[in-house]
Every structure is written in C-alpha cells, then in structure tokens.
C-alpha cells in the first residue's frame, strides 16, 4: 500500500460500500443537520455526521445515493450554484438531485463565499431560495466550499442567514473529522477513523467524485467528470438538432 495516502483502491464504489458498512456497525449515521443539533445538545456520543460536497459530479453523488440507499442509511448533499463544472438548475442534473432527495437524503446548498462579489451574507440567502425552489422543500443548512481561502468572518458562526453552517467549528467540535479531499487521504484515512474504537462520533465529509467504479488517479477521475460532462452537452446540443433542424443534422456529427 501506498504511504502517501494516495491508494486509489480506497476510492471505489465496491470500497465505499465497505466503508459504509464499517460505519454503520459503529456508529447512527445521520444526516448533516440531524448530527449536528445532536451534538449541540452535547449528545453526539454514537453519531456520525455524513456529508458530501459535490464539487464536481451529480451522477457520482447519484451513485453514492444509492449505495447509501441500499444499506438504509441516510445523509446530506451539498449543491454547488455557482462551479464551473455543472449546472444544478439544468433539467438533467436537477432530476439527479430530485432522485437523491427522494431516496431520503437531505440536500444542502454548498456555498462559495468568494464567488459573485457583493454581500455574501445576502447572496446565500438567495441560493439557498433558489436551491429549495429547484427542489421543491426548503434549504436548512450550508457548507462553504474552500473555506481555508473564501470565509468571512461572520461565516464562522453556527448559524448564517437563516440556516445551519454545517462548516462551523462550533458545531464540528464534538465530532472527529476525517475528510477525503482532493482524492486521497490529508490525515488519517477514513478506513482507519472509521475502524478506531477511540472514535466516539464522526463527522466524515466526501466529494462523490473521488468514488469510482474502478481505482483512478485523482487526476483521472477529474478528467472521467469532465470528459463525461463535455460528452453530454454534446449529445444534448445533437439531440436538439435533431429534433429541431434535422436537415442539418450531418453538419454538426
């Protein structure tokens, strides 16, 4: 095994099922805001908080959805408004995200802070109403998205513009971290946290996109979104033509 914590064969969907199972041999797996007001109440004992920023793959986080799903348990998704790399409010992805919520899981707004310039404050509000109207049920909480680099100091508090900052410290304190960011394992993996009998509670927080079908480099399980995304607008830009404008379908094959 790689000491580098860069072993790809940890990040596959057969393993997150494993480490899914792992968990809940442990510990309730709760969703983001069901987690955290536990541990507020200083019962976080028992409990983990299961979170997913989806930075950039609704179909992993579909993926990872259903997984969850088959093994009863329920957690949070976070939707990113303003990445380059999809479109929550497009039919195809808003349906994604539509299935999720309907397998049970919670959905979040995953907020860039530094993004749009302007009030922050003012402009979760109004991604958070815009999210709840794509899916049909109010938004209650948020995590910012990188927010070593794009925090103001009011979004360090535990609550922001009406909804839970599932990204506050205050609220995370109870709870051991452990976190897969950039593909591979920062700290401790979450194989090992998960395993520690000394854990009591745990906030564990993924990116679907890192979950592949088979292992892959970080690098090439960024290229597998975007091919995959570039590949769809495609097809959607040919099945428009060839609905609409047939007769000139061979120019645009």
């Known amino acids: 095994m790689r000491t580098d914590g860069m072993n790809d064969e940890d990040f596959t969907e057969a393993a997150y099922g494993r480490l899914l199972a792992a968990a809940a041999r442990r510990f309730e797996i709760r969703t983001v805001t069901d987690a955290l007001t536990q541990g507020a109440a200083g019962e976080a004992g028992g409990i983990a908080a299961w979170r997913h920023d989806v930075d950039l793959s609704p179909q992993r986080a579909r993926a990872l959805a259903g997984i969850e799903a088959a093994q009863g348990v329920r957690s949070t998704f ?87 900052n599932a990204t506050a410290e205050s609220l995370r304190a109870p709870f051991v971290y452990a976190s897969d960011s950039n593909g591979f394992w920062r700290f401790r993996s979450m194989h090992e946290v998960v395993a520690d009998e000394s854990v009591r509670s745990l906030y564990a927080l993924t990116h679907p996109e890192w979950w592949t079908p088979e292992p892959m480099s970080p690098a090439e399980r960024v290229r597998r979104c975007v091919q995959g995304r570039a590949a769809a607008v495609v097809d959607d830009y040919v099945n428009l033509i060839a609905r609409h404008r047939p007769e000139v379908l061979h120019h645009v094959r």
């Open 78 to 164: 976070f939707v990113l408004l303003s990445g380059p790399f999809y479109n929550p409010l497009e039919e195809g992805v808003t349906g994604l995200f539509q299935e999720i919520q309907a397998m049970g899981h919670e959905i979040g707004l995953h907020f860039d802070a530094a993004a749009g310039g302007g009030d922050p404050v003012g402009r979760l509000r109004a991604e958070a109403e815009m999210l709840s109207c794509a899916m049909g049920s109010r938004i209650r909480t948020f995590s910012l998205h990188n927010p070593s680099v794009s925090a103001p100091e009011e979004f360090t508090q535990p609550h922001v513009g009406g909804l839970m």
